[in-house]
């Protein structure tokens, strides 16, 4: 199943706008039966052309996430979900700043008892404390 165009789907919409527009004029001019008839073959055009739609949506690449369409079917508004995806967000960088922060420091005064302890690995250890981010004294 190939997926669909944009131009696939505007002519389905103006298929349908179409559709609706006929379905006003001939309700608001309503002559008998030739207009019943009318009608009711406009309807079935209408109806074929929603499931059209419907089946070219299904083949629409999007990128919404579904969480998205959950809340605004669940009829709520997707601001909430940007609200607190992006509390979320802020949340976790917040512990990754903090845990990044504690192993640096780690880092640091591992270093520094490393060379305090062992003072034949001063070098080394310094090289390898300076190379990944940090300074030793």
Known sequence: MAAATLDEL???LRA?????YLLIVQAHDY???GTQQAMSAEI???VHNLTAISQTAKR???HIPEEIIQ????????DIYTREFVELVMRFNQQHKGRSEAFAQFRDILGQRMMAGIPEIRGEVKQVVEASGGRVE
Do not use: F, H, K, M
């Open 71 to 78: 809340y605004v079917e669940a009829s709520r508004n997707p």
């Open 60 to 62: 629409l690449p999007t």
């Open 10 to 12: 505007d002519a389905q």
């Open 16 to 20: 349908i706008i179409s559709n609706l």
């Open 31 to 33: 002559q008998g039966q």
């Open 44 to 46: 079935r055009d209408l």
